[in-house]
């Protein structure tokens, strides 16, 4: 299990966001789990009214939780998109912004939200069918995996704020793999 907290993007100011956390746990059945803990003045923020849980695209350009996972040394990433309204997607890119539409989830992510006037809680359940970096690459070889583990957060006014582990550039740019970390394992 790992917990790392987000650090918002420098270009945005005044925000009533005061964290966010993430807790990843990998079962031993291959499961993910993922915990993302938001603090602040949930009420100015723009939170998705719930939805039926289905693809859809275009999450990042309101409230969504992300993550981005790929092999050390290899070209290729995929990246998740988790909204408070349920909604979700995903895709797999085979190299820096390029998208591979031959992969697609088997099972749709589990996510469940709840909501107090300071926190918002995400959490997310993504099936080990598929997380085939894990599966392939982190379960039976030596290769040390990539998380790119980000938010962005639209205020009521519109405004928005991107959250990552780091900001390697001056405009937020979740795909640049100078953010994410590199790990050996997530147990």
Excluded at 66 to 90: H, K, M
Excluded at 102 to 119: F, S
Excluded at 153 to 168: C, D, R, S, V
Aim: aromatic fraction near 10%; include cysteine; glycine fraction near 4%.
């Amino acid at each position: 299990m790992i917990t790392q907290a987000l650090i918002c993007h420098p270009s945005n100011q005044k925000i009533p966001v005061n964290g966010i956390q993430v807790t990843l746990h990998h079962e031993p059945q291959g499961d993910l789990l993922i915990h993302y803990e938001l603090t602040g003045i949930i009420e100015q923020i723009k939170i998705p009214a719930l939805q039926p849980s289905q693809f859809v695209d275009g999450l990042w350009a309101h409230t969504c939780f992300e993550l981005f996972i790929a092999v050390n040394d290899e070209e290729g990433y995929y990246e998740f998109n988790f909204s408070p309204s349920t909604q979700w997607a995903a895709y797999a890119f085979s190299d820096y912004r390029v998208r591979n539409t031959d992969w697609h989830l088997t099972h749709a992510p589990i996510i469940d939200v709840t909501q107090t006037p300071t926190h918002l809680h995400l959490n997310v359940r993504i099936a080990a069918a598929d997380l085939p970096v894990l599966k392939s690459k982190l379960l039976t070889s030596n290769s040390s995996i990539q998380l790119g583990l980000t938010a962005v957060i639209e205020m009521n006014t519109g405004q928005h704020a991107y959250w990552a582990l780091k900001h390697p550039e001056d405009q937020p740019n979740f795909h640049h793999r100078a953010g994410f970390i590199t790990l050996s394992n997530l147990n």
